[in-house]
C-alpha cells in the first residue's frame, strides 16, 4: 500500500467475510460495544490512517483505535525502531517487581524495555517535578494506582469527580465515572466520592459550577471552612479529564480551571490529571493539561503509550515496598518498546506541530461548510468532535461514513469524534473531511427512527 496515494475503497460494509467473522467471533464473546461490523485483516496492507478489511474494502480510520494507535497502522515512524526486536518468550514479565534488559547500557541499549519507557515518561513530565513512574497494564489500572497514592500520601478517604467523567471499568475507577448510568449501575462503589459540574460553558456559566455561595463555585462551597459541609483535610484529590474524552470531548472553561488551581494551592488536595485519551500529543502538546494553568499533583497516561503508567513526584508515591506492586502487570517489554518508539516519534518527527496544524485544518474545513445540523465543533487539535442536532443524525452520519470508507466514532449524547493519526498529512485531511462531510450531506434533514449506541466506547 502507497499512503502517498492510498484512497478508501469500499465494496459493501460489511461485507459477507466480515459478517461470517463478526457471527463466529459472537458465539464466544461477552456482549460488548461493537461500534460497527468491521473486521480489520491484519495480514493485509496497512498504513497509517489507511487499512484493510476482511473482505477487502480499503477504509480511512479517523479513530486511531480509539487514540490507542496514535500513529495508525504500521507506521514506519513506529516499526522501524522494532526491526531486529525478535519476538521472545516470556515477553510479558512479571510487572514492575523484575527487571528486563534487551542490550547494553542501561541508558541506551539496542532495545527499549519497560526501564526506557519510564525513563521517557519522566522526561516528558519533568516540568511537573514528576521523576517516578508505576507501570500497569491499562489506563484503568493507572487511575487505580493514581487514587490509591492520593489517599496514601493524603491521608484522606474522600475524591473529587466530574459530571460526564470517564476514567474506566474496573470497580475503583468505575466509582468515578459520571458519563453513562450503564457503566456502574447495580456496583458497589468507593464511598466518599463527590461529583461536580465540569464547566466548559464558553460564556456565561450555565452548567451549575459557578455559584453565588462563599467560594463562589460549587466545589469551593462545599470546601468552605466556615460554611461548607466538607473538611478539606478529608479530601484526597480532584480527578478530571484535561479534555473530557467519552463525555463528549468538551473542553475546559478556563475560570473553571483557575477555581481548581485555587482549591489545589488553598488545600492542598491533589490533582490527578487523567491523561489517558488527552495526552502523548493528541491536543498538540504532550499532555493536555500543558494547555492550562493548572499543576497536577499524578498523571495517568495508556492507550498510545501500550502500556498504564501512574506518574508522580517520589515524594507522592508511597514509601513502603509492597505498598503498590503487580505480579501481571506493565504490559510487556514489546508493548514498552512500542511505546518508547512512540514518544521518540513525536520528538523526532515534531508531531506536536503537525498535530495542531493539521487539527486546525480539519476544524476550518468543518467550519467553512457549517452544515445546518453540526451545532457545535470543538476540541483540540486531532482531539476533534462535532455535535449534531439530534443523537439520531449522529448515528446516521457514522454509518454514512463507514458506507464511504472512513471510520468515525461517537461520543457523549449526540457528539461524533475524529482521531486522526498525529502525522495525518493535509491530503489526507482533506479526504478524511470531504468524505465526512459527504456522509453528513447523506444523513438528509431528518434524522432517521432507528436508534442505536455508537457512543460509548472510551
Given amino acids: 500500500m502507497d499512503r502517498e496515494t492510498a484512497v478508501p475503497d469500499v465494496d ?78 516470556p515477553s510479558k514479565i512479571a510487572g514492575q517487581d523484575f527487571y528486563a534488559s534487551a542490550g547494553w547500557p542501561p541508558e541506551d541499549p539496542e532495545h527499549a524495555t519497560p526501564t526506557q519507557l519510564m525513563e521517557r515518561i519522566t522526561s516528558a513530565l519533568d516540568h511537573y517535578d514528576m521523576d517516578t513512574v508505576f507501570l500497569s497494564n491499562t489506563g484503568a489500572e493507572a487511575v ?54 465540569y464547566c466548559s460553558c464558553t460564556d456565561e456559566c450555565e452548567c451549575g459550577w459557578k455559584t453565588n455561595g462563599p467560594g463562589g463555585n460549587v466545589l469551593a462551597d462545599r470546601l468552605h471552612p466556615e460554611r461548607g459541609n466538607v473538611d478539606p483535610s478529608e479530601v484526597a484529590y480532584v480527578i478530571l479529564e484535561p479534555v473530557q474524552g467519552e463525555g463528549g470531548y468538551r473542553v475546559p472553561n478556563d475560570d473553571f480551571v483557575a477555581d481548581v488551581a485555587r482549591i489545589r494551592d488553598e488545600y492542598g488536595i491533589h490533582v490527578i490529571s487523567d491523561e489517558i485519551q488527552a495526552g502523548l500529543g493528541r491536543t498538540g502538546e504532550m499532555w493536555g493539561i500543558d494547555h492550562v494553568d493548572l499543576e497536577p499533583d499524578v498523571v495517568t497516561s495508556a492507550k ?12 507522592v508515591f508511597p514509601e513502603e515496598k509492597g505498598r503498590l506492586s503487580s505480579t501481571w502487570g506493565a504490559g510487556d517489554v514489546i508493548s514498552a518498546a512500542q511505546g518508547v518508539a512512540t514518544l521518540d516519534a513525536i520528538h523526532e518527527y515534531e508531531l506536536l506541530e503537525n498535530a495542531r496544524e493539521r487539527g486546525r ?50 461520543c457523549g449524547y449526540k457528539s461524533l469524534r475524529l482521531l486522526p493519526p498525529l502525522d495525518v498529512t493535509e491530503r489526507e485531511i ?7 462531510l459527504d456522509a453528513v450531506d447523506a444523513a438528509g434533514r431528518d434524522a432517521p427512527l432507528a436508534t442505536s449506541d455508537a457512543s460509548d466506547v472510551s
Fill in 430 to 436: 482533506e479526504l478524511g473531511a470531504d468524505i465526512f
Fill in 304 to 315: 498510545g503509550l501500550r502500556v498504564g503508567a501512574t506518574v508522580a513526584n517520589s515524594d
Fill in 361 to 410: 485544518q480539519l476544524r476550518e474545513l468543518v467550519a467553512d461548510a457549517d452544515p445546518d445540523c453540526i451545532t457545535d465543533v470543538r476540541g483540540r487539535a486531532l482531539m476533534f468532535a462535532v455535535e449534531f442536532d439530534t443523537k439520531d443524525r449522529r448515528e446516521e452520519v457514522v454509518k454514512q461514513a463507514l458506507g464511504r470508507g472512513l471510520l468515525t466514532l461517537g
Fill in 144 to 197: 487505580e494506582n493514581a487514587i490509591k497514592v492520593a489517599y496514601q500520601d493524603r491521608d484522606a478517604h474522600r475524591g473529587v469527580t466530574f459530571e460526564g467523567a470517564f476514567h474506566g471499568r474496573t470497580l475503583g475507577a468505575l466509582s468515578l465515572n459520571r458519563s453513562k448510568t450503564v457503566h456502574r449501575k447495580g456496583y458497589p462503589e468507593v464511598p466518599g466520592i463527590m461529583s461536580v459540574p
Fill in 12 to 89: 459493501s460494509m460489511p461485507g459477507e467475510k466480515a459478517k461470517r467473522w463478526v457471527d463466529f467471533h459472537q458465539q464466544f464473546a461477552a456482549p460488548s460495544t461493537y461500534v460497527y461490523d468491521f473486521v480489520w485483516d491484519v495480514t493485509a496492507e496497512s498504513e497509517g490512517p489507511f487499512c484493510v478489511d476482511v473482505d477487502g474494502n480499503v477504509l480511512m480510520d479517523f479513530t486511531s483505535h480509539v487514540a490507542a494507535a496514535p500513529l495508525g497502522y504500521n507506521n514506519p515512524k513506529i516499526m522501524d525502531q522494532l526491526e531486529g526486536l525478535d519476538v521472545f518468550d
